[in-house]
Structure formats: structure tokens, C-alpha cells
């Protein structure tokens, strides 16, 4: 079989999907805004939005066409094999790795530029960026060291694996992988100090009513803690990590300047919601079945050797075994398997809010949500069919229609 040919064509309409996207999300910027989110741009923010919105969404069509063009002209003449043949590495496993660092190598060539001129540039002319140049280049240095180490050693792991188990690999693989990311979350609090300084909420009216929250709902938390989130970008957030006495919320420290104090205990009351439904935990649930479809892919890749000599190796390599699982496989399926999650997810968001409104909230809410919006200059009028296929959260609009509204978030396909 050409399998070839396939991934050709498996690319090719991949890449004329994700352009549908993309023109969708162009187009958006001439979209009517709603009515109830009429109020979050004033008329010189709203023009200044629209060009900072023009200006992200053509950078990141020009980031899709370039990616499109090395996926064909690493995949047409055989390009990673000739590295392995010119290289002509010790053995399997250094085989891999050498197709894994050439591939980290093209990726940077594309994605440093495009960052740069996205977080420095773009971000930079609308006042969002408060990232430094070296803030810049050690985040990007860390991140590829962290990439590197990750898939590098996952794919030694699987060559192992492989060769000792035969297709035991799949389930032992899986429940491996799984336990190494229950593990990230568990230390990601640890982690993140990597990226970022947290210090305790101070003392004072907020962290009472935080805590008041807290204790009314029987909720058990290690500590509230601000983060330097201004280090990089102006935007604001927060979230809850780590489980049991390490369960801790963090807010970035511009929530705490952006907002007031009703719509801080908002967004907390919001996270606690999620927190409260375990979305989380069942985010992660979720995970575990697309993890599972990604390693039967892997072993199926694995298990062709024809697919290698289609590309001009002279046997099986498991590093682009992995640039195909990722390219070819993932990326054409990612609209089928986002689906779902991204339904679920936008359910989880709805109910997180109901949470913030039976706290008395609702009103509070729907300010920091518009504030959030205007802050970050959020799109307000998204392409429908864009937000079912690639929204994790409803638009700022159907969010605040379901928080006006009276009755209680019910699963799914609510508008
Ligand atoms: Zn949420």
C-alpha cells in the first residue's frame, strides 16, 4: 500500500479543514456583536480590538500555512530519513531520538519567530505583553528542554516496552503514562515555581470573604496564593492545583488589580464550582481514553513496517512513528475526539458559573466576565460552528444569557 499517499492526503484535508477554521475566525472579526455583551467595548476599544483581533488571527494563518508547508516538504522527499541515513546513529533507540531533535528543531524554526513576533510585537502594541526578552528566551529554552526529556524518554520507554512485551505494550504503556501525568499534576504546584513567584494572600477584607466562601461550602484548601501572572501578560486568571492538604488556589495578580472585589469572590466562587463537580478529576478521566487511542495508534504504527519504507527508511523508526502519530494521526482526528471534550468542557463552564450565582453572585459575575472580556480583548462575536468544534468556554454572551436566565444548566446542546 502507499502509505504515502494516505498521509498526503490525510494532511491535505486536515490542512483544508483547519483553513475552513481559520477563514471562519477571520471572518468573525465582522460578526454583529450581541446585545448583551454590547457594553464591554466602548467605540475606540472596539477599534482598537478589532485591529489587534486582524492582526492575531492573519499571524496565525501565516503560523498554519508554514507548518502546512514543512509537514510536505519533510514528508515529500523523505527528509528524516536521509538526517538518519547521513547520521547513521549507533542503534534503535538513537535512531528515534535523532528523527525526535531533527523534528524539535524544524518545530522551533517555525514557532520561535511566530512567538516572538506574536508575544513581542503583537501583544506588545496592545499593551498585553510584560514579557522581557530574557523572560522570553528562557521560557522558550525551558519548554524545549522539558519537551525534549518528555518525548524523548517516553519514546525510549516505548521502544522498551515494545520489544519486551510485544502488544502487552498497549495497556502497560497507558496505565504508565497515565500514573507519570498523575503524578505532573500532582507536583505541578511545584512545578510552576519554575515559571513563576507565588506568595499567600495578604490579610485583609478579601481573603475573609474568601474563607467565609470557603468554610459555607465545606471546602478544604491548602492556601490561597497570588501569582506573578503581570511577569508575562496583562491577562488575568485563576485556577485550582494540586489535591487533598496541597489543594491550593491560585490568583494571578491581576485579577487583583483589574477587578473589584465582588467580581474576584465572582471568579473564585466559579473556580470552587469546578472544583466542587470535580471537573477536573473528570477532565482527567476523559484523558485517559484519548490517551489510550493515541498509544493504539502508536502500536499500529509500529506494527506496519511497509509505512517506514514508504518514507525511505530501512526499517521501523519509532521517532517518526511519533512525527506521524502526531502530524498525521492526531491532527486529522483532533476534530472527531475534541468534540466531545470540548462539549463537556463548556457544560462544566455553565455549571461553574450556576455555582457563582447560587453564592449570590450571578450580578458579579457578569461583570467580571465582561471585564475579563474587555481585558484580554476577547472575540465577542465567534463563528458558531467554531465554538462547537474548538471552544473549551461558551462565548462571553451565551455565558451571561444562561446567568440571566432562571432555570439550571442541564447537560448538554444548550445554546
Ligand atoms: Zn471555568
Known amino acids: 500500500m502507499n502509505y504515502k499517499l494516505i498521509a498526503v492526503i490525510m494532511v491535505t484535508l486536515t490542512f483544508f479543514f483547519q483553513t475552513f477554521i481559520k477563514w471562519l475566525e477571520m471572518k468573525s472579526a465582522a460578526g454583529k456583536i450581541p446585545e448583551n455583551v454590547a457594553d464591554v467595548y466602548d467605540g475606540p476599544s472596539y477599534q482598537k480590538w478589532l485591529r489587534y483581533y486582524k492582526e492575531t488571527t492573519r499571524l496565525a494563518f501565516v503560523r498554519h500555512l508554514?507548518?502546512?508547508?514543512?509537514?510536505?516538504?519533510?514528508?515529500?522527499p523523505d527528509v528524516y530519513a536521509w538526517i538518519v541515513y547521513w547520521l547513521s546513529p549507533a542503534n534503535e533507540y538513537l535512531t528515534a531520538l535523532t528523527v525526535i531533535g531533527a523534528n524539535m528543531i524544524v518545530g522551533l524554526l517555525l514557532s520561535v519567530p511566530c512567538d516572538y513576533v506574536g508575544t513581542m510585537v503583537v501583544e506588545q502594541k496592545y499593551g498585553f505583553n510584560k514579557t522581557t526578552k530574557k523572560t522570553f528566551i528562557l521560557d522558550q529554552i525551558k519548554s524545549t528542554l522539558i519537551t525534549l526529556v518528555m518525548m524523548g524518554g517516553l519514546c525510549c520507554l516505548f521502544i522498551w516496552l515494545h520489544k519486551m512485551l510485544g502488544n502487552?505494550?498497549?495497556?502497560?504503556?497507558?496505565?504508565?503514562?497515565?500514573?507519570?501525568?498523575?503524578?505532573?499534576?500532582?507536583?505541578?504546584?511545584?512545578?510552576?515555581?519554575?515559571?513563576n513567584k507565588f506568595e499567600p494572600l495578604p490579610e485583609g477584607e478579601l481573603r475573609e470573604r474568601l474563607c467565609r466562601l470557603l468554610n459555607e461550602n465545606n471546602c478544604t484548601v491548602g492556601e490561597i496564593k497570588v501569582m506573578d501572572g503581570s511577569r508575562r501578560s496583562t491577562r488575568a486568571n485563576a485556577y485550582f492545583s494540586g489535591f487533598g492538604r496541597t489543594k491550593t488556589i491560585v490568583l494571578y495578580d491581576t485579577l487583583l488589580e483589574q477587578m473589584s472585589s465582588d467580581e474576584i469572590v465572582a471568579v473564585f466562587a466559579h473556580e470552587m464550582g469546578h472544583?466542587?463537580?470535580?471537573?477536573?478529576?473528570?477532565?482527567?478521566?476523559?484523558?485517559?481514553?484519548?490517551?489510550?487511542?493515541?498509544?493504539?495508534?502508536?502500536w499500529a504504527l509500529v506494527s506496519v513496517p511497509e509505512i517506514y519504507s514508504c518514507f525511505g527508511f530501512d526499517r521501523i523508526n519509532?521517532?517518526?512513528?511519533?512525527?506521524?502519530?502526531?502530524?498525521?494521526?492526531?491532527?486529522?482526528?483532533?476534530?472527531?475526539?475534541?468534540?466531545?471534550?470540548?462539549?463537556?468542557?463548556?457544560?462544566?463552564?455553565?455549571?461553574?458559573?450556576?455555582?457563582?450565582?447560587?453564592?449570590?453572585?450571578?450580578?458579579?459575575?457578569?461583570?467580571?466576565?465582561?471585564?475579563?472580556?474587555?481585558?484580554?480583548?476577547?472575540?465577542?462575536?465567534?463563528?458558531?460552528?467554531?465554538?462547537?468544534?474548538?471552544?473549551?468556554?461558551?462565548?462571553?454572551?451565551?455565558?451571561?444569557?444562561?446567568?440571566?436566565?432562571?432555570?439550571?444548566?442541564?447537560?448538554?446542546?444548550?445554546?
Not at 508554514?66 to 515529500?76: D, H, K, Q
Not at 502487552?168 to 504546584?189: A, C, D, Q, S
Not at 473528570?282 to 495508534?297: D, H, P
Not at 472575540?379 to 454572551?397: A, E, F, I, N, R
Open 66 to 76: 508554514l507548518s502546512y508547508l514543512a509537514v510536505y516538504l519533510i514528508l515529500g
Open 168 to 195: 502487552w505494550l498497549i495497556p502497560v504503556f497507558t496505565g504508565i503514562v497515565f500514573l507519570m501525568m498523575l503524578l505532573l499534576l500532582i507536583l505541578y504546584p511545584v512545578l510552576s515555581r519554575a515559571f
Open 275 to 298: 472544583n466542587k463537580h470535580k471537573d477536573n478529576l473528570k477532565v482527567q478521566g476523559l484523558s485517559l481514553i484519548n490517551l489510550l487511542v493515541m498509544v493504539l495508534l502508536a
Open 318 to 415: 519509532y521517532g517518526f512513528a511519533l512525527y506521524l502519530l502526531q502530524t498525521v494521526c492526531l491532527s486529522f482526528l483532533t476534530p472527531f475526539l475534541g468534540l466531545p471534550v470540548a462539549a463537556l468542557s463548556r457544560h462544566f463552564e455553565y455549571r461553574a458559573d450556576h455555582f457563582a450565582k447560587e453564592q449570590g453572585l450571578g450580578g458579579a459575575m457578569v461583570s467580571a466576565l465582561k471585564a475579563v472580556a474587555r481585558n484580554s480583548f476577547m472575540c465577542l462575536s465567534p463563528h458558531p460552528l467554531v465554538v462547537k468544534l474548538t471552544y473549551g468556554h461558551p462565548t462571553v454572551s451565551q455565558r451571561i444569557a444562561a446567568l440571566e436566565a432562571d432555570e439550571e444548566p442541564k447537560g448538554f446542546g444548550r445554546k
